[in-house]
């Protein structure tokens, strides 16, 4: 009788004390379920952090977890790529202007880019998700990488 009363105790007690839920009362995911890893993102896969590189052509692969759509496509949750190569962001609230050799949109829905005839010396890379207008996601979505050609 004693075994069953502690084995009672000691269900009673993991119940009190278990680990977090994933949602609250009414079965919804609460406030604090959101995380960053819920967050969309973009990664700059190539080149990576730092790297050094012979080659005057730069190839660029991203990698996302926002649904990739042709520019035009305004479906909410869905963008596309912008990259800026040795330029600043600039205001975050309006359309990216395309600035050729530094600002490319890739609208065609693709995830790589190449980027020619690159000057000797550090750079600094900026991956950015846009919507179907070519106005940034908020919260952004950006990833940036620096990388010298030698």
């Known amino acids: 009788m004693r075994a069953i009363s502690f084995s009672v105790l000691l269900c009673a007690l993991a119940a009190a004390c278990g680990g977090p839920s994933d949602s609250d009362a009414s079965g919804e995911p609460s406030a604090?379920?959101?995380s960053e890893a819920a967050m969309p993102s973009v990664t700059i896969v190539s080149p990576a952090e730092g790297a050094f590189q012979e080659e005057r052509e730069v190839e660029v692969f991203l990698r996302t977890t926002v649904p990739i759509v042709p520019a035009g496509d305004?479906?909410?949750g869905t963008g596309h790529h912008h990259l800026f190569l040795?330029?600043?962001?600039?205001?975050v609230t309006v359309p990216i202007a395309t600035v050729p050799g530094s600002i490319v949109h890739l609208g065609d829905g693709s995830d790589a880019y190449v980027f020619e005839d690159v000057g000797s010396g550090p750079h600094r890379l900026i991956a950015v998700v846009a919507d179907g207008a070519h106005v940034p996601l908020q919260p952004l979505v950006v990833d940036t990488v620096h990388f010298v050609v030698e």
């Not at 040795?86 to 205001?91: F, I, N």
């Open 86 to 91: 040795d330029a600043d962001l600039g205001d």
């Open 32 to 34: 604090e379920d959101t």
């Open 74 to 76: 305004l479906t909410p």
